[in-house]
Nanobody, 124 residues
Framework: QVQPVESGGGSVQAGGSLRLSCAASGYTYNSACMGWFRQAPGKERESVARIYTVGDITYYADSVKGRFTISQHNAKNTLDLQMNSLKPGDTAMYYC?????????????????WGQGTQVTVSS
């Protein structure tokens, strides 16, 4: 495959949990990092979390810190995002992405591979 494939989105009530998964085989061997991004209608795309393929170093947006956990496994071919204590503000389309070079991991537009997204809706 030439792009990540996300799954696991859905609709939950506030306080609930979801686990997103991203199948990324075929290109992760050339990726320095992988990340999760989200975009709500009328809002800018924002970084949620990222993980470096070497060393498993992670970063989280302040808005999700302590609630979301990013991880990679299965020889780096699977990227997960465990989302707990979900809030209505978490409602968005969530995208899995990979960057080929570490220099670009801090910048959303530096990512080379993007999935089609999976919708997460949190109701109050």
């Amino acid at each position: 495959q030439v792009q990540p494939v996300e799954s696991g989105g859905g609709s939950v009530q506030a306080g609930g949990s979801l686990r997103l998964s991203c199948a990324a085989s075929g290109y992760t061997y050339n990726s320095a990092c992988m990340g999760w991004f989200r975009q709500a209608p009328g809002k800018e795309r924002e970084s949620v979390a990222r993980i470096y393929t070497v060393g498993d170093i992670t970063y989280y947006a302040d808005s999700v810190k302590g609630r979301f956990t990013i991880s990679q496994h299965n020889a780096k071919n699977t990227l997960d995002l465990q989302m707990n204590s979900l809030k209505p503000g978490d409602t968005a389309m969530y995208y899995c992405a990979a960057a080929r070079e570490g220099l670009y991991c801090n910048f959303p537009y530096g990512y080379n591979y993007w999935g089609q997204g999976t919708q997460v809706t949190v109701s109050s």
